[in-house]
Structures are given as structure tokens and as C-alpha cells.
């Protein structure tokens, strides 16, 4: 039962990268999936959540406007596109459920803690 973050990578302001999160040994679109970042010095932040029951979609004030969360149901894998990038963004992101507390996503946005399943993150950094 595993999660596994890919995608970021070295990004000057402004561009685009997409992460994928892809489940293994069960059904990711069972639960509500959550990205969050973590900066150097700084806590886990949620970025965006994407809802088991409706696919409906949830984002941070700094994620609105800029991040999409989507799903792939036949890959088991949920996306984050995140566009417009900027220096601040720079962090170690991470998926996770809501495993095993089964919290919604406006709760996950305010604490990570609540979505207790995610494996390795992946490291983003914008940076000219």
C-alpha cells in the first residue's frame, strides 16, 4: 500500500510543472486526496484537495487561480498542475488520504495532520 509523488523538478517564475501521485495496492479514488508542501524551515502546508465522493476540488488562497487537481481514475493517480509558479512555492510536496480519519478536504487544508496516509514527497523549486 503505497503513494509515490513525482514530477517536480527545477522551474524558472512563471512556468509550469505538473506532479502525479499514484497509488499502489488499493483504490486512491476511494478517498479524498490532498497535496501539501513543506518549505525549508516551515510546516506542512495544504495546497489542494480533490473530493472522493464528487471530485469536487479544494485550494489554498495561494493555490487559487494558479494549481488544478485532478484525477485519473484508470491510472489510480490524482495531478496537480501548477502554473504561474513563483520563488515561494519552492517546497517538498506531498500526496496523501484521509486515511485513517476519513477528513474532509477543507479540514485537510487546515491540517495536514488529518490525511495520515502519504509516502515520499517531491522536491519543486523555482528558481531563475
Known amino acids: 500500500v503505497q503513494l509515490q509523488a513525482s514530477g517536480g523538478g527545477l522551474v524558472q517564475p512563471g512556468g509550469s510543472l505538473r506532479l502525479s501521485c499514484v497509488a499502489s495496492?488499493?483504490?486512491?479514488?476511494?478517498?479524498?486526496v490532498l497535496w501539501f508542501r513543506q518549505a525549508p524551515g516551515k510546516e506542512h502546508e495544504g495546497v489542494s484537495c480533490?473530493?472522493?465522493?464528487?471530485?469536487?476540488?479544494y485550494y489554498s488562497d495561494s493555490a487559487t487561480d494558479r494549481f488544478t487537481i485532478s484525477r485519473d481514475n484508470a491510472k489510480n493517480a490524482v495531478y496537480l498542475q501548477m502554473d504561474s509558479l513563483k520563488p515561494e512555492d519552492t517546497a517538498v510536496y506531498y500526496c496523501a488520504t484521509d486515511s485513517p480519519k476519513h477528513a474532509s478536504c477543507r479540514r485537510g487544508l487546515r491540517n495536514v495532520s488529518d490525511f495520515g496516509h502519504w509516502g515520499p514527497g517531491t522536491l519543486v523549486t523555482v528558481s531563475s
Open positions: 495496492g488499493f483504490t486512491l479514488n476511494l478517498y479524498n
Open positions: 480533490i473530493s472522493s465522493r464528487d471530485d469536487s476540488t
